[in-house]
């Protein structure tokens, strides 16, 4: 006679262990170059501006998702420092999209447990949106569920010039002697100071560039690309990610 009792415990067993498992795969720090709004409004006939307006749903449902998930540090990579030499008019609109953008996003990343962090450059930026950033921070500081970095005026190689020159500093005035100078000293003069480096980056819309985006932090990072533009990115695919995901290991 079958014991129903004892398959169904081990079914119990079979389905925990492949939860186990599939927890254990997920990344604790994603990274994701969010690329692709002009191109998906122009595969549309539409401005530029639609495309950047689309791409603000995904930022927050794959926040939600990773939170979700269990991932601990979301990186999106939204405005870098070689932006602002696209049409002025496109760089208004994307500034007071960031603006609207921070003041929605605020109070639902606060309720959820999410610690905002900008990471980047706050040099010309405009008020309103620096005032939004720093509210956002505050606002969030406390939180623990999750971080969710926004890079915005963001640039890799603007960020390592800026450690090794506070590295510098602090030599020059003996708050740190050259002798104990290593990647960890490094690491801890970067915006990401405190973190885990990534274990994925992402990256939407086909392409296999890193656009000097966390050029320190990715050293051991693994990538993943997808052809799908940045505004139809949804929870699938990130899973797929996911699934190709797996851990750094030592050779």
């Known amino acids: ?26 990344p604790k720090h994603v990274a994701i170059i969010c690329d692709g709004n002009g191109r998906w409004a122009k595969q549309r006939g539409l401005p530029r501006s639609f495309g950047h307006k689309a791409g603000v749903k995904p930022m927050k449902c794959i926040t939600q998702e990773c939170a ?8 999106l990579f939204a405005f870098s420092t070689e932006n602002w ?22 109070e639902e990343i606060r309720s959820k447990g ?14 309103d949106l620096l005032y939004e950033i720093e509210l956002t921070e505050k606002v969030t500081m406390n939180n623990n569920q999750m971080i969710v970095n926004v890079a915005l005026n963001y640039g ?38 405190g973190q885990d480096d990534p274990d994925i980056l992402i990256r939407t819309s086909g392409e296999f560039r ?22 139809d990115f949804k ?14 290991r030592t050779i």
């Not at 990130?238 to 797996?246: G, I, R, V």
Request: hydrophobic share 35%; glycine share 2%; proline share 2%.
């Open 156 to 193: 890799g190689r603007q960020e390592v010039v800026n450690a090794v020159q506070a590295i510098a500093k602090d030599v020059q005035y003996g708050k740190l002697m050259q002798d104990d100078i290593n990647e960890d000293t490094i690491h801890n003069y970067l915006y990401t100071k």
């Open 68 to 75: 979700r998930t269990g991932v601990k540090i979301l990186t």
């Open 85 to 106: 030499k696209r049409d002025r008019n496109e760089v208004d609109f994307l500034m007071k999209l960031f603006v609207d953008f921070f003041r929605e996003w605020r």
């Open 210 to 231: 890193v656009s000097n985006f966390l050029l320190w932090q990715l050293a051991k990072t693994q990538i993943w690309t997808t052809q799908v533009l940045w505004p």
């Open 1 to 26: 006679m079958f014991n129903f009792n004892r398959i169904f415990l081990n079914q119990q067993k079979s389905d925990n262990k492949d939860k186990e498992t599939e927890k254990k795969n997920i």
């Open 235 to 248: 929870s699938e695919h990130l899973q797929k990610a996911f699934e190709c995901y797996q851990p750094y």
């Open 114 to 127: 999410i610690q905002f962090h900008h990471i980047g450059l706050k040099e010309n930026l405009p008020e």
